[in-house]
């Protein structure tokens, strides 16, 4: 019998060395996992950007959707708002998120980062490490090392605890450190301290001992020792890792883009995003991950990035509300189906690439020990379909810009631009308007204290930067002061500010507002004053919107009225009369209303009504209402539309910034849509672009589990720039109309709607090309027989298929057999 204390050491050194946990390891083919290669396909779901209670949804659609992971970065700003005072709570409660993830039975990926770019205020990164002394960021010095390597392994130690990494038996098998470092490094001016830094966090991560590898994205050059480096972009396949004997990993799959204010909305087709994935497999890819695949959410004033929309929908498969989005989801969860199939084959098999005619064209084919084989072909030019006879003699069409796969390399399972899926057009419930009319009130900021220079934090002589002054804990930051005129007097008010965006009060009357056009930082706002006798006071309100993220560099974009100058020209010589740049400037962070609380709608607030009668378009103003959640379980959005810019809360819940006075820029991107051709978020050739020359963002999501079921709901605005609160609505979102095609007879057509909402009717069953677009069509070739198969089959339940059958004929004349299918939840 074994003494105790040697069974006690025994427990101890499993426990430690997890045994009972799943063991990673890897080779040149793929992460091997408990002794087995894996092919990993995974997806990013940020946990702030969406509520707890919305998490265990989004998690079982990304399983259903075939994914076997979910990655998300760490948000460190979100975590620790001021140093060393922490924030696990809600929807930054990490340590749930990852155990819902374990509970759905998937893996999960760590991106601690914790600098993480992802279109969130300044990268992640917390405002107060600048106040810290010596301190640059993303480089090797001992301020910014120690800080990141204490939040680090706080994050670690966190999920330890909670025996979250896959050696203990969690989910956790890779973790990131840093972010597309490889992407700045040559454009800093210190290399030395950048290549020692980027070492540092190597070895830093693997002091950490989590058990799982630990990998870069887009760090194709100096990989430190013990890193494993992965690709990020919209396409993958040509990119090798830079040591030969990993596996090739894709952290980054865009799988649409991200929406600034000034910008239309953007969209990847699923053509397109599965033609990148076939691709990717069919070169030695083994672990793929999509971001987003819920994109979500920006609540609250430090989610956003500079000039990101409070909506970070990006076009993903599940849409900012949780919704699946058809037919990305669908088209991708049947491509996920096929490769899974063939993992066996793919990570084992001995490949062999062969080009067809010219280098667009590439049959690669997988064998396995001789007896079985699988191929894929694939087709880059974007607007040549073409022919390929295989060696059984068999010729296959395959369209451009597409992959085929032949799990066997003789029957076509799968064709990356041929989609089975159903389309479904989403729609927002009442269609016409809410049912209720909400009943207002409202209080004035009060700007008062700020019309004099003489109240404020502290003063100094000279134009203040705004993220050092506030600690960005506010938008908004007063800059105040005044001056001596003999007589009365016109000008011109000139600032010099590097934004986000200026409020000037001359005397307490607003003179002029502006905003960075196009996300510009640095702009210059001029308009006409008149001065008075004696005293004059001068008040600047600057206020951002969301920290820069990106670039070398990028915590050094200063922001505010930096420097100035701040001047006051003469409109006739256009020559500077006060140059008032190193006068006294009083200053003082955030606004009353914020300082009070009053989105919290606490007791002894001043808010007034005159029969329901409010005052519109006033700038700065603070209202309130009172509604009734809309019934059921469908996502719920508010209609802002009316509304100037501001921000909305729900029951005391941040929805974040809105602004639907700002009109999205007309692109040429808005004209043109073509699957086909390589896809770009940015410099020319944009497409499939939607929603130019409309307001950026009118729909703001309101989680469920920020409304009350039968009780009063409280509505608060802070309306910045002036607006009309008397037009805010709310509506559901869900699936109106779904549509399918089916190119063959035998193939089986699925339709479905969502929420438990049920087919109210079969509206097309048309034979040939129905035109125009789901939701819309207008048929033509009708066949009966097949909308009476469609009608007995579906109206009345959630969902239905139908195949596709010989006698659904139409009148002479329709010869196509392409059946269009368009029914109404
Ligand atoms: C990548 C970055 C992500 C995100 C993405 C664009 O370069 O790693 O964090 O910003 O671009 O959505």
Redesign the pocket.
């Known amino acids: 019998m074994l003494p105790r204390l040697c069974l006690w050491l025994l427990l101890l050194a499993a426990t430690a060395f997890g045994v009972g946990g799943t063991k990673v390891a890897y080779n040149d083919r793929a992460l091997v996992i408990d002794g087995e290669r894996r092919i990993i396909i995974s997806g990013s779901i940020h946990y702030p950007r969406s509520t707890p209670e919305m998490w265990p949804d989004l998690i079982r659609k990304a399983k259903e959707g075939g994914l076997d992971a979910i990655e998300t ?1 760490v948000f460190w700003n979100g975590h620790e708002p001021r140093r060393r005072q922490y924030n696990f709570e809600g929807n930054y409660d990490i340590v749930r998120f990852f155990k819902e993830v374990q509970d759905a039975g998937m893996y999960a990926i760590l991106r601690i980062g914790p600098y ?5 205020n300044y ?1 992640g990164l917390p405002a107060w490490l600048r106040d810290i002394s010596g301190m640059q960021f993303r480089m090797h010095n001992h301020p910014f090392e120690s800080e990141m390597e204490t939040f680090t392994t706080l994050i670690v130690d966190k999920l330890k605890a909670a025996n979250m990494f896959a050696g203990q038996g969690g989910p956790i098998i890779l973790s990131q450190i840093e ?2 470092y490889g ?1 700045i490094m040559g454009k800093l001016n210190n290399n030395e301290s950048a290549s020692e830094y980027i070492h540092w966090c190597a070895a830093m991560a693997n002091k950490q001992n989590v058990g799982v590898p630990w990998i870069m ?2 760090q194709d050059d100096d990989v430190p020792h013990g890193i494993l480096n992965t690709c ?2 919209f396409y993958c396949h040509d990119w090798f890792p830079k040591r030969t004997d990993i596996p090739k990993m894709w ?2 799959n ?1 799988t649409g ?2 929406k600034a204010w000034d910008k239309p909305d953007f969209h990847r087709s699923a053509e397109d995003v599965a033609f990148s994935v076939a691709m990717f497999f069919q070169k030695r890819g083994s672990l793929q991950n999509y ?2 695949y819920h994109g979500g959410t920006n609540f609250g004033r430090t989610s956003g ?1 500079p000039y990101i929309t409070t909506s970070y929908d ?1 076009d993903a498969p599940l849409d900012e509300y949780g919704n699946i989005r058809q037919p990305k989801y669908g088209h991708l969860k049947d491509l996920h189906n096929i490769l899974k199939s063939m993992e066996k084959i793919l990570l084992h098999g001995d490949y062999k690439d062969t080009t067809m005619g010219n280098n667009n064209v590439t049959m690669t084919k997988y064998t396995l020990d001789n007896t079985t084989s699988a191929c894929f072909i694939s087709n880059k030019h974007d607007d040549k379909d073409v022919n390929v006879t295989l060696e059984d003699g068999v010729t296959h069409v395959v369209p451009a810009w597409s992959v085929s796969i032949l799990p066997d390399c003789k029957t076509v399972a799968y064709n990356s631009a041929k989609i089975k899926t159903q389309t479904s057009v989403m729609v927002k419930r009442p269609e016409d308007g809410s049912t209720q009319s909400l009943t207002w009130s409202w209080m004035p900021e009060n700007l008062q204290p700020f019309m004099t220079d003489e109240k404020g934090n502290f003063r100094k002589n000279e134009l203040l930067e705004q993220i050092t002054t506030s600690g960005d804990q506010s938008d908004y930051l007063w800059y105040r002061t005044s001056f001596e005129h003999k007589g009365e007097g016109s000008y011109k008010l000139h600032v010099n500010t590097t934004g986000h965006e200026l409020y000037a009060f001359v005397n307490g009357k607003l003179v002029g507002r502006h905003h960075s056009p196009n996300g510009g930082f640095v702009f210059q706002m001029e308009t006409p004053v008149q001065v008075h006798d004696g005293k004059n006071y001068i008040s600047l309100l600057s206020a951002t919107i969301g920290l820069k ?2 670039g070398a560099l990028f915590e050094m974009m200063p922001a505010g009225i930096v420097g100035g100058p701040v001047k006051l020209v003469d409109p006739a010589t256009n020559t500077t009369t006060y140059d008032l740049s190193n006068s006294s400037w009083a200053y003082k962070s955030g606004l009353i209303g914020e300082h009070r609380e009053a989105h919290l709608d606490k007791a002894g607030q001043q808010w007034r009504s005159l029969n329901g009668t409010i005052p519109v378009n006033r700038p700065f103003t603070w209202y309130k209402a009172t509604f009734d959640a809309p019934a059921g379980s469908e996502p719920v959005v508010a209609d802002l539309l009316g509304l100037g810019k501001g921000v909305a809360w729900i029951n005391g819940n941040n929805l974040g910034r809105y602004w639907p006075s700002y009109t999205a820029a007309d692109m040429g991107g808005c004209r043109q849509c073509d699957y086909r051709g390589t896809f770009k ?1 940015e410099g020319d050739g944009l497409k499939c672009l939607t929603g130019c020359n409309e307001p950026s963002q009118r729909f703001y999501h309101v989680p469920r589990s920020f409304l009350k079921a039968g009780v009063e709901n409280t509505v608060v605005l802070f309306e910045e720039a002036g607006g009309d609160p008397t037009r805010v609505d709310f509506h559901t979102v869900a699936v109106g109309a779904a549509c399918a095609e089916a190119a063959e007879v035998g193939d089986q057509v699925a339709l479905a709607c969502s929420h438990g909402r049920t087919i109210s009717s079969v509206d097309v069953a048309s034979l040939g090309v129905a035109r125009g677009k789901c939701g819309a069509y207008e048929g033509g070739c009708e066949s009966k027989a097949a909308l009476a198969a469609f009608e007995a089959a579906c109206v009345g339940k959630e969902s239905c298929t139908v195949r596709h059958a010989d006698d659904f004929r139409a009148a002479a004349g329709c010869d196509s057999r392409v059946l269009t299918v368009q029914a109404t939840c």
């Open positions: 970065y993480i770019c992802g279109e969130w990268g972010n597309e992407n994205c887009q990020n972009g952290t980054e865009w883009w991200f971001y987003m990035g990006y993220n990106y978020a």
